[in-house]
């Protein structure tokens, strides 16, 4: 029962220093990987509270979908910042 | 404890929102919240010691002690709204870079 | 100045909330829920009656909503009709993306970076399995973690894995958009059957069966493969608005 509570800590601060790094980084790539990685620390929250499905699709979701159209608009507009 | 780290999460995705000046990070801020909220969410319905709404072969009545389903279905709802609007957002963006050439708010006043 | 002031309100803000949970006495500690005073106590029983009977995994049948599952019974059920409404939600959001992104003259936008051998004879072998994998946790929603949505983001994550591993790949899109409406047009359509033979809007027509079989819960699984088909159609077509741009 006792290690359950560090990992909780744990998953707590990470999240918070995950959050923190995302806004605060200059570059938005990384920002955008820091978002990926804070969304699978939520996943591991989810799971320690006991909701499954919700860690599923957020799985899925947060850390699969989102960053993939965070990294398809900032490569799109690379090229025509490279064009003009 | 993970609901006072939720609670943290939306701070700074408030925050994020209120100070950044570039399109992307403002909807990058919005998302953070969003998962600071849906954590918040799940955590009002958590029993310590409770276990997962799922019936099996090894939890098989339901008279044991099972943690609240109702917020888990709304934020399962809620995470899938969420990819639709960052989806929605991240075009708006899209055009105001093909419009403007820049994503930070304060190059596009001055032309 | 700016900085400060958003300092200042975003921490009066988390002031509020804490001292507002605090206070608060029917808003229970973390860990520390009653679930015999909400309203979830009868979802869990599976009877919104007053005087619920034990529900057994693999024995009991006939019941009110049959999945074993209660966090389906609830989104596919209880709640159907809030789940038709977000259904709507996201297909207007991908309506807005088309119309901002979208336009008549399209081409695959092009990626600085060319797949080899490996890359794209894996992602062939690795898309049938992600798309089973989506199937198979839309068709078991009422049983598993999972259901409706993950699955399909799933089927959407497979199509996105196709559009990595070939420079021109661009799927028909046409044939989602009428999966699409065909999937959102028969969930309704279930629904008004619904209201005709049992007098409410999405009420459960079918027999229950016994909980926990893959054949039980009536209406549950066409309801939930309807929207794991109807989320992995649209989310493709984001996907494909955010791949392509103007040009011949």
């Given at each position: 029962?006792?290690?359950?509570?560090?990992?909780?800590?744990?998953?707590g601060?990470?999240?918070i220093?995950?959050?923190?790094?995302?806004?605060?980084?200059?570059?938005?790539?990384k920002?955008?990987?820091?978002?990926?990685?804070?969304s699978?620390?939520s996943?591991?929250?989810?799971?320690?509270?006991?909701?499954?499905?919700?860690?599923?699709?957020?799985?899925?979701?947060?850390?699969?979908?989102?960053?993939?159209?965070?990294?398809?608009?900032?490569?799109?507009?690379?090229?025509?910042?490279?064009?003009? | 404890?993970?609901?006072?780290?939720?609670?943290v999460?939306?701070m700074?995705?408030?925050?994020?929102i209120?100070?950044?000046?570039n399109?992307?990070?403002i909807?990058?801020?919005?998302?953070?919240?969003?998962?600071?909220?849906?954590?918040?969410?799940?955590?009002?319905?958590?029993?310590?010691?409770?276990i997962?709404?799922?019936?099996?072969?090894?939890?098989?009545?339901n008279?044991?002690?099972?943690v609240?389903?109702l917020?888990?279905a709304?934020?399962?709802?809620?995470?899938?709204?969420?990819v639709?609007?960052?989806?929605?957002?991240?075009?708006?963006?899209?055009?105001?870079?093909?419009?403007?050439?820049?994503?930070?708010?304060d190059?596009m006043?001055?032309? | 100045?700016?900085n400060?002031?958003a300092?200042?309100?975003?921490?009066f803000?988390?002031?509020?909330?804490?001292?507002s949970?605090?206070?608060?006495i029917?808003?229970?500690?973390?860990?520390?829920?009653?679930?015999?005073?909400?309203?979830?106590?009868?979802?869990?029983?599976r009877?919104?009656?007053?005087?619920?009977?034990?529900?057994?995994?693999?024995?009991?049948?006939?019941?009110?909503?049959?999945?074993?599952?209660?966090?389906?019974?609830?989104?596919?059920?209880?709640?159907?009709?809030d789940?038709?409404?977000?259904?709507t939600?996201?297909?207007?959001?991908a309506?807005?993306?088309?119309l901002?992104?979208?336009?008549?003259?399209q081409?695959r936008?092009?990626?600085?970076?060319?797949?080899?051998?490996?890359?794209?004879?894996?992602?062939?072998?690795?898309?049938?399995?992600?798309?089973?994998?989506?199937?198979y946790?839309?068709?078991?929603?009422?049983?598993?973690?999972?259901?409706?949505?993950?699955?399909?983001?799933?089927?959407?994550?497979?199509?996105?894995?196709?559009?990595?591993?070939?420079?021109?790949?661009?799927?028909?899109?046409?044939?989602?958009?009428?999966?699409e409406?065909?999937?959102?047009?028969?969930?309704?359509?279930?629904?008004?059957?619904?209201?005709?033979?049992?007098?409410?809007?999405?009420?459960?027509?079918?027999?229950?069966?016994?909980?926990g079989?893959?054949?039980?819960?009536?209406?549950?699984p066409?309801?939930?493969?309807?929207?794991?088909?109807?989320?992995?159609?649209?989310?493709?077509?984001?996907?494909?608005?955010?791949?392509?741009?103007?040009g011949?």
């Amino acid at each position: 029962m006792e290690l359950i509570n560090y990992v909780e800590i744990v998953v707590g601060v990470l999240l918070i220093v995950l959050a923190f790094l995302a806004i605060n980084s200059k570059s938005l790539i990384k920002a955008v990987m820091f978002l990926s990685s804070m969304s699978m620390m939520s996943v591991i929250g989810f799971v320690l509270m006991k909701a499954p499905d919700v860690a599923v699709t957020e799985a899925v979701i947060g850390s699969g979908l989102v960053t993939s159209l965070f990294v398809f608009t900032l490569l799109s507009v690379r090229k025509v910042g490279n064009k003009a | 404890m993970l609901q006072y780290a939720a609670i943290v999460l939306i701070m700074l995705g408030l925050y994020g929102i209120l100070t950044q000046r570039n399109v992307i990070k403002i909807i990058l801020s919005l998302n953070i919240m969003e998962i600071g909220l849906n954590l918040f969410i799940i955590s009002v319905g958590y029993v310590t010691d409770g276990i997962a709404p799922i019936m099996t072969t090894n939890h098989n009545t339901n008279s044991l002690i099972y943690v609240d389903p109702l917020p888990q279905a709304l934020v399962l709802t809620a995470i899938v709204i969420g990819v639709g609007t960052t989806a929605l957002g991240l075009a708006i963006a899209k055009n105001i870079y093909s419009k403007y050439g820049t994503f930070e708010l304060d190059e596009m006043e001055e032309e | 100045m700016k900085n400060f002031l958003a300092l200042i309100l975003t921490l009066f803000l988390g002031f509020l909330i804490m001292s507002s949970l605090n206070n608060n006495i029917a808003f229970p500690k973390f860990g520390e829920a009653n679930i015999g005073d909400r309203v979830s106590d009868a979802y869990i029983d599976r009877d919104v009656t007053e005087n619920p009977g034990d529900v057994i995994f693999g024995e009991t049948d006939g019941l009110e909503s049959g999945p074993a599952n209660i966090v389906t019974a609830i989104v596919a059920d209880y709640r159907s009709f809030d789940t038709l409404g977000e259904v709507t939600v996201l297909f207007v959001s991908a309506l807005g993306v088309a119309l901002l992104l979208g336009t008549k003259k399209q081409k695959r936008l092009e990626i600085d970076f060319h797949p080899n051998f490996m890359l794209r004879v894996g992602s062939k072998a690795l898309f049938g399995v992600i798309l089973m994998t989506g199937i198979y946790i839309s068709i078991h929603g009422h049983l598993t973690p999972g259901g409706g949505f993950p699955g399909g983001s799933m089927i959407a994550t497979s199509m996105l894995l196709l559009y990595l591993a070939d420079d021109n790949f661009r799927a028909k899109v046409k044939g989602f958009k009428i999966l699409e409406s065909i999937a959102g047009s028969l969930y309704v359509l279930i629904g008004i059957i619904g209201l005709i033979i049992g007098g409410s809007f999405l009420v459960n027509i079918l027999d229950t069966g016994v909980i926990g079989e893959l054949f039980s819960a009536g209406i549950i699984p066409i309801v939930y493969v309807l929207i794991g088909l109807k989320v992995g159609s649209e989310i493709s077509n984001v996907i494909d608005n955010f791949l392509t741009e103007e040009g011949a």
